[in-house]
């Protein structure tokens, strides 16, 4: 599967995208924003993307890799937690290099999964959730027509203490 708007592309995870998604996966930068602990081993992340050919139905979760108009990888954005009942779904999103950050290229993503999402899927609304010191992101959505919904005090544990998360919606 592959979704483009001519810019950008959102595609499904191919067997050979196991080593950089290995690099990004275990970045402890990205561990951060994504809540992951511990590190993921190479056999791991075969099996997943073995296991991502799954419909969206069944698996109430997708990752595309994002790639740039030359074919370069440059992050991934995430639908979980489908709910076709209550037609919405979560989303997240990473850019994975700063050089690659700040040029529309998550709004770019952002923008064309959110179409797949309604018209493909039936989708009405967006949520997705955000750490309160992540400003980007949190400014991402908002531009994107996300409002916060919400905001789960002491929610995220961090080195430093407990941080509150927002909770935004998008309804399409």
Request: glycine letters at 6%; hydrophobic letters at 40%; charged letters at 25%.
């Amino acid at each position: 599967m592959a979704l483009t708007n001519g810019n950008i592309t959102l595609r499904a995870l191919e067997p050979s995208d196991v080593e950089l998604l290995y690099q990004w996966e275990n970045d402890s930068e990205v561990w951060r924003v994504s809540n992951t602990r511990t590190p993921l081993s190479k056999f791991a992340l075969a099996n997943y993307i073995k296991s991502a050919d799954r419909d969206i139905w069944e698996s109430k979760e997708m990752r595309l890799l994002i790639e740039t108009s030359q074919g370069k990888p440059v992050g991934t954005v995430e639908l979980f937690d489908f709910d076709p009942y209550h037609s919405r779904v979560g989303v997240g999103i990473m850019i994975y290099n700063t050089a690659d950050r700040k040029k529309g290229i998550a709004s770019e993503a952002l923008e064309i999964v959110a179409d797949y999402a309604q018209n493909e899927l039936g989708i009405a609304q967006f949520y997705a959730n955000v750490s309160e010191n992540n400003i980007p992101s949190l400014q991402l959505f908002q531009k994107l027509g996300f409002v916060v919904a919400g905001i789960k005090k002491n929610w995220l544990k961090t080195p430093i203490g407990w941080e509150n998360e927002h909770l935004l919606q998008k309804f399409l």
